[in-house]
């Protein structure tokens, strides 16, 4: 048991929109990424998902609005609804994310950004 210092875990990689595993507790795992631009709108039909905005802001979209997270802030996405994150201005946003080791990054859907492997870091 060690703390685990997460600016430099996040220097530890450059690629967006690539999930890094820092930790696991229970069937959870705990992840690093950093974001930038948009992603693609997908659904995780049995997992939620927590995100906190470590750096930046975070566009969080939805069908029927877009929310807001800033810096020290979280979003809780429940399963089963579609959501897209994404940045503004060439903005780089820095995120952790808790959710269960078995969610899909896509969650239904497959996409050239699609990533099976979170390296542990």
């Known amino acids: 048991m ?3 210092n997460l600016r430099e875990k996040h220097a530890l990689f450059s690629k967006q929109w ?11 795992q705990v992840i690093l990424a950093k974001i930038q631009g948009e992603f ?37 996405v429940p399963k089963g609804v579609e959501h897209c994150p994404s940045t503004k201005n060439d903005e780089e946003v820095h995120l ?8 899909t990054h896509t969650g ?4 050239e950004m699609t990533q099976t492997d979170y390296p542990k870091i």
């Open 2 to 4: 060690k703390s685990i």
């Open 18 to 28: 690539h999930p890094h595993q820092i930790a696991t507790v229970d069937n959870m």
């Open 40 to 76: 693609v709108w997908h659904a995780h039909e049995n997992e939620d998902e927590l995100f906190q905005v470590l750096k930046g802001t975070l566009y969080m979209k939805f069908r029927d609005r877009t929310e807001i997270v800033k810096e020290g802030e979280i979003i809780v």
């Open 96 to 103: 952790l994310l808790f959710e269960k080791q078995d969610t």
């Open 108 to 111: 239904n859907v497959t996409h």
